[in-house]
Every structure is written in structure tokens, then in C-alpha cells.
């Protein structure tokens, strides 16, 4: 990816509240994202979030030039879909005349963009993507051991886990975006005191802290894409909630894997950070130990090695019933790094196609719970509560195994490197409701 003229940590903005130091949405970042005012009616629009402010991107499509106007008005879609379907020039120049548009430099169109902002509080959002498909990995090696150590204490991690970036195929129908409220599942479970399965709701339900990427090239069924160009593939960002029922898993994924325990409900971020605004944070390769086999030569690129990471900072933190009627501020369980993910984003979608599997505009793909080697970064309390034997100590007294009605789960996510604007990627979060009456 290429630094460039918007990456520059001294731009600013004219929208005041961009410029504030640790903001989330700087003038460096400018994600993408689907929303409304919530006074309004009709289908929401393409925004992009600068400061505590939503410009709709349509709206201003005549003070842009060529293909960047262009871009632009693909933006009065509901969607990012029209958008994506313009390909890489177009999005480098909408980016580019934004980034321009919003600048303190440009006194002569501001009163002209001010009268098209939206405040973020004041705005209701929608899933950004027309998701077609969506693919869940399991990238993070510390995630796998550790949740094979629960199961199998004598072999945690299986023979194929580091030859194959290992992965489901999820139910796009049930992604919602932050802010939806997540019912409990019903599902048949098994517990040690039943003579035989009984479908109730289930007890053991978790968070699985993770980040979702969206395609924004497609690719020909048949052809696989190769380990150079898969990366080229993906538009975006975002903090991906992979909510897992984990009693009604133990009983129903063998022998298939992931089913009903995980296809209940996907929660998103609002905002798609792009893949350009993370130039600047691109890092290696995860570094394989000693003695691990290296990629097979479909997954092996020198560049992919050398900057297919991306240093992004994910935190988990829960806030439940009893803290918000008490007044205290959501506690952090976690916080890691997508750095030490085992396997790249470009890796997962070469893979994706190693087979002939063809790529559509839209999918969504996330990397698996991003759980890094330090208790304090295990990203899922089927980990931090050591399967439910330990249970996590809360304040105001609480303690928690896993999830109870009334508790929010909360993600945020930024990236910060020496040089460069801090970014952000918002939060991701979401109430659980009580289950459905089974019957």
C-alpha cells in the first residue's frame, strides 16, 4: 500500500473536533459508513466519518472532479457495494479529493460541506456492505491452543493448523450492525447431569473479538487468486463480534464444525476503515517459531511476509445491567494486537481461492478471535475464564463465566505508529437479550 499526501500527520481539518489529539476519525482516516439521520426516513446514504461528524459523500459529488465525483455518487447508495464495484483508481481519488475537501486548506467549499454534515450522535447506522457470503478464519495460533488445551490437553493444536488457514462458511443473513441487541439462542445442549439432549437456551453464550475485512474486487470461479494480488482484493476494515453459543458447539460441531452456535447473530462496526488509511500500519508477518513448517508456496509471498501485518490495538471490555445503573464505566477484559495473528489477511483470501472458490463484491471475511500470547489479550471468557472454571472478577462485586441477559460486550479498536495521525475504528458493541420462550 502507498503512503501518501492523506496519510500526512500535519493535515488538518476545518471540522474542529478532527484535529483533537486521540480522536478516532482525523482527516487521515475517513472510514466509510451507512447511515441516516434518525429524524429522517427512506434508505440510508454513504457517509464518511470525519471528527464527531458524518458527511454524506452524495451530496457533495458536483465539488469533485472526474473519477473521484464520479465515486462519489455511487455514494447515494444504501450500500458501499457501488462504490466498490468502481475499483482501486476510483477509490484512491475519492480519498484523495475528500481528504482535500475537508482540509483547513479549502476555506473556499466549506460552507458548502457544512450544510451536508451530520452529527454521529445524531445519526442511525446500518451493516455498510450488501453482504453476500461471509467466512470466518481461525488465524490466531494463541486462540487455538488455548481453546484446544479446554478440549484436548494432550494435542491443542491439530497437525493441519499451521499448513491451512482454517476457516467456516457463516450465515450472512444474521450480520447486524452496532447497537442491535443480540438474542440469546435456543439450541439442543448437553450437560453432564442429562441422559440425553434438551433444546433450552443456552447458558454458556460468548463474545469472540475479532476483525472483519470486506471484498472489494471480485475474482473468476476457477481461477485461484494469487498470494501477490490477494490483498489487492480487500476494501476495508471493521471489529467483528463472532457471538458463540459455546454449550450448544460442544455438543453439535463434531463432526462438521460450527453451526447453530455461531450463526445466530454477527455484530459489525458502522465503519469500514479502508485499506488505504492502514498503509501507514503494516508490519511484518507474524513471525513463525522456530521449527514451524513455512507457508506452502500458494500462501508464501516475499512482500506479504516483509508488510502483510497490520499492527492494530483490539479491546474487549463489557458493561453490565448492574454497572449501568451504578454508574460505572465498562471494564476492559482484554486488549491485543492483530499483529500476532498466525496467519495474514492476504493469506486467508488466497487460500479462500486456492481451491477455485471465486471472490464476490461484498463478502465479508473476519480473522478468527484475535487472542495474542498474555492472558490479558485472550480475546474470547471461554478463554479468560478457563472454560467457565475461573470465573472473571467485575466491578461492583460481579463476577462472570460467560455471558447474562442485560450485559453489553463493547470492541474498540486504533492503530498508532510513530510519525502518524493515531486512527480509529469506533466501537462495536451489543446488549443481550433474554432468550425466546422455547416451544
Known amino acids: ?32 459508513c451507512a447511515f441516516r439521520r434518525r429524524s429522517a426516513t427512506g434508505a440510508p446514504r454513504i457517509g464518511v466519518a470525519i471528527g464527531d461528524d458524518l458527511l454524506d459523500i452524495a451530496a457533495v459529488a458536483d465539488l469533485l ?25 476510483y477509490w484512491a481519488a475519492l480519498r484523495s479529493e475528500l481528504s482535500q475537501l475537508l482540509s483547513a ?41 488455548n481453546t484446544g488445551r479446554l478440549f484436548r490437553p494432550d494435542n491443542p493444536l491439530l497437525l493441519n493448523y499451521k499448513y491451512v488457514p482454517v476457516a467456516y462458511h457463516g450465515r450472512a443473513s444474521s450480520v447486524q450492525v452496532s447497537g442491535a441487541p443480540v438474542r440469546r439462542p435456543l439450541g439442543q445442549t448437553k450437560r453432564a447431569e442429562d441422559p440425553a439432549p434438551v433444546y433450552r437456551p443456552a447458558r454458556s453464550l460468548d463474545y469472540e473479538l475479532e476483525l472483519g475485512f470486506y471484498i472489494g474486487r471480485p475474482s473468476t470461479l476457477g481461477v485461484p487468486v494469487p498470494i501477490a494480488e490477494a490483498g489487492a482484493h480487500v476494501f476495508g476494515y471493521c471489529l467483528l463480534n463472532d457471538w458463540s453459543a459455546r454449550d450448544i458447539q460442544a455438543w453439535e460441531a463434531q463432526p462438521l464444525g460450527p453451526f447453530l452456535a455461531k450463526n445466530f447473530a454477527t455484530t459489525v462496526s458502522p465503519f469500514v476503515v479502508t485499506a488505504a488509511a492502514l498503509a501507514p500500519f503494516r508490519t511484518a508477518a507474524f513471525a513463525r517459531p522456530a521449527g514451524d513448517p513455512a507457508p506452502l508456496p500458494h500462501l508464501l509471498a ?26 460505572i464505566s465498562p471494564f476492559r477484559l482484554s486488549r491485543g494486537s492483530f499483529a500476532q495473528v498466525y496467519w495474514t489477511v492476504a493469506q486467508m483470501v488466497a487460500h ?17 478471535t484475535v ?13 479468560l475464564s478457563r472454560g467457565g472454571r475461573e470465573p472473571i472478577a467485575l466491578p461492583g462485586g460481579e463476577t462472570r463465566r460467560f455471558l447474562e441477559d442485560g450485559d453489553e460486550v463493547i470492541f474498540r479498536g486504533y492503530c498508532e505508529r510513530a510519525g502518524f495521525a493515531r486512527i480509529g475504528f469506533g466501537e462495536c458493541r451489543a446488549v443481550v437479550e433474554p432468550a425466546m420462550k422455547a416451544g
Open 302 to 327: 516475499p512482500q506479504d511476509q516483509a508488510e502483510g501485518g497490520l499492527d492494530i490495538i483490539l479491546e474487549a471490555y463489557i458493561l453490565t445491567a448492574k454497572m449501568r445503573d451504578e454508574g
Open 371 to 383: 487472542s495474542g500470547p498474555e492472558p490479558e489479550s485472550w480475546a474470547s471468557l471461554l478463554e
Open 65 to 89: 472532479n472526474g473519477a473521484a465525483g464520479h465515486a462519489a455518487a455511487a455514494c447515494a447508495a444504501p450500500h458501499l457495494n457501488d462504490l466498490m464495484r468502481l475499483g482501486p483508481a
Open 105 to 145: 486548506t479549502d476555506a473556499e467549499r466549506r460552507s458548502r460541506v457544512e450544510t451536508d454534515l451530520t452529527p454521529i450522535a445524531a445519526a442511525e447506522f446500518f451493516v455498510p456492505v450488501q453482504i453476500g457470503n461471509f467466512t470466518d478464519f481461525f488465524a490466531s495460533i494463541f486462540h487455538a491452543t
Open 1 to 32: 500500500m502507498i503512503i501518501d499526501q492523506t496519510h500526512d500527520p500535519a493535515l488538518k481539518s476545518f471540522i474542529a473536533t478532527a484535529n483533537v489529539p486521540g480522536c478516532a476519525f482525523p482527516i487521515q482516516n475517513l472510514p466509510y
Open 352 to 368: 479462500h481461492t486456492s481451491n477455485g472458490c471465486n471472490l464476490e463484491i461484498g463478502d465479508l471475511m473476519a480473522s478468527g
